[in-house]
């Protein structure tokens, strides 16, 4: 088994996050655990750089909402896609991430966060499970997202479930 970046993610966040593993070991010993479950070295650093670069992301633009943070408020913004992005994200992917925004499981910057972590995933046919599961990881980064959350891990192991607005 090689996997892709998105197949070590998922194992990852599977087993450190679902399983809730005391704490995810240092990058060498996950590094180390990944390559011996039989994932390739090359797609480890990438997945590793991927969640590094999400943790950083949190970190520099302060996306976690504050428990007890005030309701959001929607604006009435139009996200504009570049020609780049539209030509990585299929119709019914952005249609996921605007209903996601509609049902107040997204906010404007968290959508950011998700665009910019697919797009850095290098997939040229993201499949609405894979957005799912990104939605799930940027929103599990994050304090204070327990309810947005839960309700994405409904979404992502039961998609039939209709996302209410």
């Not at 302060?62 to 780049?84: F, K, Q, V």
Request: proline letters at 4%; one cysteine or more.
């Amino acid at each position: 088994m090689n996997g892709t970046v998105l197949d070590i993610l998922i194992y990852v966040f599977d087993r450190y996050m679902f399983d809730e593993a005391p704490e995810v070991p240092e990058r060498e010993a996950l590094a180390r655990d990944l390559e011996s479950a039989g994932f390739g070295e090359a797609n480890v650093e990438r997945a590793l750089d991927w969640l590094a670069d999400l943790a950083g992301e949190r970190h520099r633009s302060g996306l976690g909402a504050a428990e007890g943070a005030a309701p959001r408020i929607h604006n009435a913004a139009l996200r504009i896609y570049s020609t780049m992005e539209l030509t990585r994200l299929s119709v019914d992917c952005r249609g996921l991430l605007l209903s996601l925004e509609n049902a107040d499981i997204l906010n404007p910057g968290q959508r950011e966060l998700v665009i910019d972590r697919l797009l850095a995933l290098d997939v040229e046919d993201l499949t609405l499970d894979q957005v799912r599961w990104v939605v799930l990881m940027v929103l599990s980064s994050q304090p204070g997202q327990e309810q947005a959350c839960a309700r994405m891990e409904t979404l992502v192991f039961d998609p039939d479930t209709a996302v209410a607005h």
